[in-house]
């Protein structure tokens, strides 16, 4: 079904105000009107009605006799974290290390109060072993991660730790590796984002530009080269760095459990286009920390004075960028509700 114009159903509005009006009164026969005086006042209505602010129109929301709600976007401070550790050959020097720091990472995130995911891509020899009352918060992709492709790895693994991604959780990666990436930080920013459909903070446990322009040092080993391309997504995607050459990692686990901590903003859109719900009976309704629960308008197109939801034809539905500014000010949650019609 094909929803009527604005600009026809407030003609139309107008139109039948004025009609309602003219016919309780006897259409002039008792008021001293005749036709073309009754014509000019529709006219008049009409054209009030249409040339009105956006902003001034009621929007009357139709009947759900049968609500379902099929979306929830709440503010959390829930998180997925997905480690890729390079498992090449140069990266065995530093196995134990690894093994060592990570039972760091797990004792903070058992001693923390956040509700996480973490998935570990790499062969099942360098993933950390979870504390069995945290088994259900761990998935670990058993492939080998090349030297160069920590990058390439996260984008060919995407449908694995798709469905452990959920939608109200930040997203972060933490990239630890000896070498330098072969696929550039630019492509990888562009191709992340549009699989996530969001932005997400990226850690880099690489090494450095030592002094002479080579790659950090340790008594136990030596890099293969600076991770410039993992240093640039850190630093545009402010995340945080530590050099691969540390020897403990209880710094960068310090800081990078104070980043998990940031209560993230209610997201603002739904993807729905491939959910076989009915696009025309879609409602959004805000239920606030505090006061009523609001059921947003639907306008036709995103402008800068809108107020409520479009949705688009592929199925997204995207708020305004004012009351999704408001929505995040009152806080509560967004319920994305089907009406069956």
Same mark, same amino acid.
């Given at each position: 079904?094909? #929803?009527?114009?604005?600009?026809?159903?407030?003609?139309t509005?107008?139109?039948?105000i004025?009609?309602?009006l003219?016919?309780?009164s006897?259409?002039? %026969?008792?008021?001293?009107?005749?036709?073309?005086?009754?014509? %000019?006042?529709?006219?008049?209505?009409?054209?009030?009605?249409?040339? %009105? #602010?956006e902003d001034?129109v009621?929007?009357?929301?139709?009947?759900? #006799?049968?609500p379902? !709600?099929?979306?929830?976007r709440e503010?959390s401070?829930a998180?997925?974290?997905?480690?890729?550790i390079?498992?090449?050959?140069?990266m065995?020097?530093?196995?134990a290390r690894? +093994?060592?720091?990570?039972?760091i990472?797990?004792?903070a995130?058992?001693?923390?109060?956040?509700?996480?995911r973490?998935?570990?891509?790499?062969p099942?020899?360098?993933?950390?072993v979870a504390?069995?009352?945290?088994?259900h918060?761990y998935?670990?992709?058993?492939v080998p991660?090349?030297?160069n492709?920590?990058?390439?790895?996260?984008?060919?693994?995407?449908p694995f730790y798709r469905p452990?991604?959920? #939608?109200?959780?930040?997203?972060?990666?933490? !990239?630890v590796?000896?070498?330098?990436?072969?696929?550039p %930080?630019?492509?990888?920013?562009?191709e992340?984002?549009?699989?996530l459909?969001?932005?997400?903070?990226?850690?880099?446990?690489?090494?450095e530009v030592?002094?002479?322009?080579g790659?950090c040092?340790?008594?136990?080993?030596?890099a293969?080269?600076?991770?410039?391309?993992?240093?640039?997504?850190?630093?545009?995607?402010d995340?945080?760095?530590?050099?691969?050459?540390s020897?403990?990692w209880?710094?960068?686990i310090?800081?990078?459990?104070n980043e998990?901590?940031?209560?993230?903003?209610?997201?603002?859109d739904?993807?729905v286009g491939?959910?076989?719900?009915?696009?025309?009976s879609?409602?959004?309704?805000?239920?606030?920390r505090?006061?009523e629960p609001?059921?947003?308008?639907? !306008?036709? +197109?995103?402008?800068?004075?809108?107020?409520?939801f !479009?949705?688009?034809?592929?199925?997204?539905v995207?708020?305004?960028?004012e009351?999704?500014?408001?929505?995040n000010?009152?806080?509560?949650?967004?319920?994305?509700?089907?009406c069956?019609l």
């Open positions: 079904m094909v #929803p009527a114009s604005p600009r026809l159903s407030r003609r509005h107008a139109s039948a004025v009609l309602s003219a016919l309780a006897g259409c002039g %026969a008792r008021t001293g009107l005749d036709v073309d005086e009754l014509d %000019a006042g529709i006219d008049a209505a009409i054209d009030a009605a249409i040339d %009105a #602010p001034s009621d929007t009357m929301v139709d009947e759900c #006799p049968d379902v !709600v099929a979306r929830v503010e401070n998180v997925d974290i997905i480690w890729v390079d498992s090449s050959l140069s065995r020097d530093e196995l690894i +093994r060592r720091n990570a039972r990472f797990w004792n995130m058992e001693a923390s109060s956040l509700d996480f973490a998935v570990f891509i790499t099942q020899e360098f993933a950390p504390p069995l009352e945290l088994e918060r998935w670990n992709r058993d991660v090349f030297s492709e920590a990058l390439e790895s996260l984008i060919a693994n995407f452990i991604l959920r #939608p109200d959780a930040a997203t972060h990666f933490v !990239v590796t000896d070498d330098e990436s072969s696929l %930080a630019a492509e990888f920013d562009l992340m984002r549009r699989l459909g969001h932005e997400y903070r990226l850690h880099a446990v690489v090494s030592a002094e002479g322009g790659a040092s340790s008594p136990t080993n030596i293969i080269a600076p991770g410039e391309e993992y240093l640039e997504l850190a630093d545009e995607n995340g945080i760095f530590l050099s691969v050459c020897e403990d209880r710094d960068l310090d800081r990078l459990s998990l901590r940031r209560v993230i903003p209610i997201r603002c739904f993807e491939d959910d076989g719900l009915e696009v025309e879609l409602r959004v309704v805000h239920q606030p505090d006061g609001r059921t947003l308008p639907r !306008v036709d +197109r995103l402008t800068p004075r809108c107020d409520g !479009v949705v688009s034809e592929e199925g997204s995207q708020l305004c960028e009351t999704c500014r408001d929505v000010l009152a806080r509560g949650r967004l319920e994305l509700i089907s069956a």
